[in-house]
């Protein structure tokens, strides 16, 4: 199967001299992040909708084989908490991500931390949520009159849609949350934190922000943390799920040469080597 490993987010001006070399110039950055990281999570979208020329732009970028998992706003996870947000939602999608073509990976719900597990109002979001190409453009062409600009609704090389949903409440630790997210193949975002330790799947896919490692000493990811990652994520590998590794929010210094040294531990090659 496919396993990328990679961060959320390109710009972060530690990265210049560390990640990247000295003299790149900012404009580059992406390009050169395409060619040593297999993924990359657009978190701009979390705060606002962006343009359909901002996505192509950041596509037309980047390698041939790489692959965006892009954020879902905040009006529908935080203000509209999941519930009454289909034209939230239709606004959101036409506002161009399908500009990324067949760089557009999972969508990334991430939800607030004081949001409780309701599975009613979980079980209207998933069915809410688009799974393929067609459904997508039959949300997306519903999108009113708060749309800055003309939806985008050009799904040339756009492949089955993916949804992550990332619950930070301790109420989603339930079997009956997971069997739904299962019924509708959508990705249990694991976390590897003390508090949220556990890898299950609940998807074809393994979605992982990670910001551990799960142990209350840690102070960031070791050699040995790298490896035991690498070899939980052969086992998913050779049980058919593709993989999304990113490196997330603590210790983000370090985050893409962590992604780099879990993707060569995986025996991943890129250009960039």
């Known amino acids: 199967m496919t396993i990328r490993t990679g961060t959320a987010g390109w710009v972060f001006e530690p990265w210049r001299g560390t990640f990247y070399p000295d003299g790149l110039v900012q404009k580059r950055e992406l390009a050169y992040s ?23 732009k950041w596509a037309a970028e980047t390698r041939d084989g ?17 519930k009454n947000c289909r034209p939230e939602l239709a606004n959101f999608l036409a506002s161009g991500p399908l500009a990324l073509g067949p760089k557009l990976g ?19 979001f998933l069915a809410l949520l688009p799974r393929t190409p067609d459904e997508y453009l039959a949300l997306a062409a519903t999108a009113d009159e708060r749309l ?9 090389g756009v492949g089955p849609i993916r949804h992550a949903i990332e619950a930070r409440h301790p109420s989603w630790d339930d079997p009956a949350a997971r069997d739904l997210l299962a019924q509708h193949n959508t990705a249990l975002v694991i976390s ?27 102070a960031g990811y070791t050699p040995d943390d790298i490896a035991d990652w690498a070899s939980q994520i ?12 990113l490196f997330v ?25």
Not at 39 to 44: D, S, V
Not at 109 to 121: E, F, T
Not at 201 to 212: K, N, S
């Open 106 to 124: 999972p969508f990334v719900w991430q939800l607030p931390p004081n949001l409780a597990l309701d599975l009613g109002v979980l079980e209207d």
């Open 148 to 156: 800055k600009t003309p939806p985008f609704l050009d799904a040339t």
């Open 249 to 273: 929010h603590e210790d983000k210094l370090h985050a893409p040469a962590n992604a780099i040294a879990l993707r060569q531990a995986l025996g991943i090659s890129l250009p960039g080597d």
């Open 66 to 82: 790489f692959v965006f998992a892009v954020k879902g706003p905040q009006l529908v996870t935080h203000i509209r908490r999941l």
């Open 192 to 218: 590897d934190t003390v508090q949220q330790p556990a890898r299950v799947l609940t998807a074809d896919f393994a979605y992982c922000r990670l910001q551990g490692p799960a142990r209350p000493d840690a």
């Open 34 to 56: 395409s060619s040593r990281l297999g993924t990359i999570e657009i978190n701009a979208t979390f705060r606002a909708n962006q343009k359909p020329a901002s996505f192509a």
């Open 234 to 245: 052969r086992d998913w590998d050779a049980a058919g799920h593709d993989v999304f590794a």
